[in-house]
């Protein structure tokens, strides 16, 4: 049992809609909310009601500008875990990609995402015990 997660309650909000991956010259992290996708941010922060605590986000932008306008409104600051990144953002060993585990690199990229993401759901735990955070993730 991890008692950090005890009573915390954790809204998990994926990006709003985005540019399209297609066409995108940019460095995927780089990649922002479309119009509809900056819109659908100002729709998250209207709907909140309930006291947050604090805010986190993965370092992608198209998840910091989800939560800006939910930031503002309730006057918190974003939190950036790099836990919350898509595998894509995450520069796995080279031992990974050209070694002997490269045939089993992606179920080796996928046990590290959960292990990151389990990390960041301690870390707001044991720094909001028994609050309310909400945390953007890309997907």
């Known amino acids: ?12 909000v994926p990006h709003a809609q985005s540019v399209a991956r ?11 909310l479309s119009p509809q996708g900056l819109s659908q941010a100002g729709s998250l922060a209207a709907g909140m009601r309930d006291s947050i605590d ?8 198209r998840c910091v500008q989800t939560v800006e306008p ?3 409104s309730f006057g ?19 031992e990974w990609t050209e070694g002997f585990f490269s045939p089993f690199q992606r179920e080796l990229g ?3 995402m ?12 044991n720094a ?8 953007c993730s890309a997907r």
């Open 1 to 12: 049992m991890i008692t950090a997660l005890d009573d915390l309650t954790v809204d998990l």
């Open 22 to 32: 297609e066409g995108w010259t940019g460095k995927e992290p780089a990649r922002p």
């Open 54 to 61: 604090a805010i986190y986000s993965s370092p992608a932008k």
């Open 70 to 72: 939910l930031a503002r």
């Open 76 to 94: 918190l600051s974003i939190a950036t875990a790099p836990g919350l990144a898509t595998p894509d953002g995450i520069y796995q060993p080279r």
């Open 110 to 112: 996928g046990a590290w």
């Open 114 to 125: 959960a292990g990151a993401a389990l990390a960041v759901l301690i870390a707001m735990g």
């Open 128 to 135: 909001h015990p028994g609050g309310h955070v909400v945390a």
